[in-house]
């Protein structure tokens, strides 16, 4: 072992991480998750342990690791998975069983949806989180959320409660002991979960356990309260250091992101912007957060744009302008903007940098062949990447690609009046980072403008009814969370909710006379 590699493993933390084991050249030949880091990384090059020649051959090729800290378990389980999709390490396809990755399924059409765990996802409307490369720790992680968050496993339901219901982990679906209602919001809280919004679950159940403890509804507040206090025993209260975090400037996608567009620094915060609507109509905009190449949910954003009319390129001018208005100087200042878009779009974003006096790097992502449109103004030279530690045998030529080459191997760049297009081969890190990025600011401004969408269509229909104001229309949603709902509701539900005259007005005109109270 080298003396240098011998000395780094001293350093490491007795903390839950994951570990990245690199080559002579610092390509990420596998990446793993540990409870505890020291242990874990340390067990590799230990002479006594017992491995298999795979393993052998791995440690034999090490040359470097460097590993990141996390808060817990959990939050190592989510990051091995997004770095193991992000860098496909070749030892973790070798070093991997002959089972596949593993999801988790919740089919919320149900009445009462069961958490299971499947290899092979279908196109069966259910929900599936994933993929996960690490079933144990994926089962050992849902077992931990169950006692904050207690789901059914029943596929097939029993005559009776199960033991789990008995010790705290299962609501009692077997005799309906919870509703429907309150099981599934439950289960949208360890969805929520799941996809990382953590510190919303604990602010949503944090509201809920005040508005009991107000109502005198102590018993109920006091579940929520275990709730909360059985998901903060979940973390552990460790802040990132510059020793413990990997070292970024190592990273082959953004240290080749940093060569390929001349950036003074590798881009430690990535912004990426993408608009949503349909023909006009429920304009939005997103915002998403790339911490040192990794998704920061906590750091998203969402607007509603104000331009009316379906013109991206107004509305993409529209939401850089509000961004950097001053407003919102209390969010970090980006290192790039990544537009989810071609020149049309990436002018559009420019103009309001400019408009604003703001001098921070953007570059486009063209869809159709994943074009990265940069500004001259940004980029004066012409790029050359050999040598580049993305590929090094790769090279890009200074003019349109002719017949017969090898675009997925070689690239190329055109060079217009005031931009360069570039494409990179297909199995380029660079592309890879930025394609992540681009697809989850359409993934989140799609899901906004749905939101706004379903909510339009809901007020619509409660808009038509004669002496319901607006007021009364935000208490039924609030109440019931859909217009579905309402309609499903009995007619005292709907008299406590909003009383007995403007309940009246409701089935009415909802066409449910045979209930009126």
């Known amino acids: 072992m080298d003396v240098n590699l011998r000395t780094k493993l001293k350093t490491l933390p007795n903390e839950p991480g994951v570990y990245f084991h690199k080559s002579k050249t610092g390509e990420i030949i596998y990446v793993g998750k540990a409870a505890n880091l020291r242990n874990r990384v340390r067990q590799y090059f230990q002479d006594s342990r017992t491995r298999d020649i795979k393993t052998d051959v791995l440690v034999n090729e090490i040359a470097d690791t460097d590993w990141m800290v996390v808060e817990s378990e959990i939050d190592a389980l989510f990051l091995e998975s997004e770095m193991i999709k992000r860098y496909k390490p070749r030892y973790n396809i070798l070093l991997r069983d002959d089972k596949s990755q593993l999801y988790v399924r919740l089919n919320m059409r149900d009445p009462y949806p069961y958490l299971s765990f499947t290899r092979q996802p279908m196109d069966d409307s259910a929900d599936y989180f994933g993929p996960y490369y690490n079933g144990w720790a994926v089962r050992k992680a849902l077992r931990y959320l169950r006692r904050a968050f207690p789901y059914s496993t029943h596929q097939v339901m029993p005559k009776r409660v199960c033991l789990q219901y008995h010790i705290g982990l299962c609501p009692g679906v077997e005799e309906q002991k919870i509703s429907s209602s309150d099981y599934k919001k439950r289960l949208r809280k360890l969805i929520l979960y799941l996809k990382g919004q953590r510190e919303q679950v604990v602010k949503q159940l944090e509201t809920e356990m005040a508005q009991m403890a107000d109502s005198q509804r102590f018993e ?3 579940k929520l309260r275990n709730q909360i206090r059985n998901l903060k025993e979940l973390q552990r209260k460790i802040l990132f250091s510059d020793k413990e975090f990997l070292d970024i400037s190592k990273d082959q996608a953004l240290s080749g992101l940093q060569q390929l567009i001349s950036l003074k620094g590798v881009p430690k915060r990535i912004e990426g912007y993408d608009i949503s609507h349909m023909q006009g109509s ?16 906590s750091e998203y954003r969402k607007f509603k744009l104000r331009v009316p009319g379906n013109d991206d390129f107004a509305h993409m001018h529209e939401v850089i302008s509000r961004r950097f208005s001053g407003e919102h100087s209390s969010w970090s200042k980006p290192d790039l903007l990544l537009i989810d878009g071609g020149k049309g779009q990436l002018s559009a974003a420019m103009k309001a940098l400019q408009e604003k006096g703001v001098d921070i790097p953007a570059i486009g992502l063209a869809k159709r062949l994943e074009e990265i449109v940069v500004h001259k103004s940004i980029l004066p030279v012409i790029p ?17 690609i002719v017949a017969g080459d090898d675009v997925a191997q070689n690239g190329y760049i055109l060079e ?16 890879k980072l930025l394609q992540r990025i681009r697809d989850e600011s359409h993934r989140f401004a799609v899901s906004y403008h749905t939101v706004l969408k379903r909510q339009g269509q809901t007020a619509s229909l409660l808009e038509e009814i004669p002496g319901i104001g607006p007021t009364t229309r935000k208490k039924l949603i609030r109440t019931f969370g859909s217009l579905r709902a309402v309609k499903l509701a009995t007619p005292e539900q709907l008299v406590e909710a909003i009383g007995e005259s403007r309940a009246a007005l409701v089935i009415n005109s909802l066409n449910l006379k045979s209930r009126t109270p």
């Open 384 to 400: 050359n990447l050999i040598g580049n530690p993305v590929k090094k045998e790769f090279i890009l030529t200074g003019s349109p």
């Open 220 to 222: 109920d507040a006091a």
């Open 282 to 297: 429920n304009n939005v905009a997103s915002m998403v957060v790339a911490t040192n190449g990794v998704a920061d949910k």
């Open 416 to 431: 217009t009046d005031d931009f360069y297009v570039i494409r990179l081969p297909h199995d380029s890190h660079i592309v």
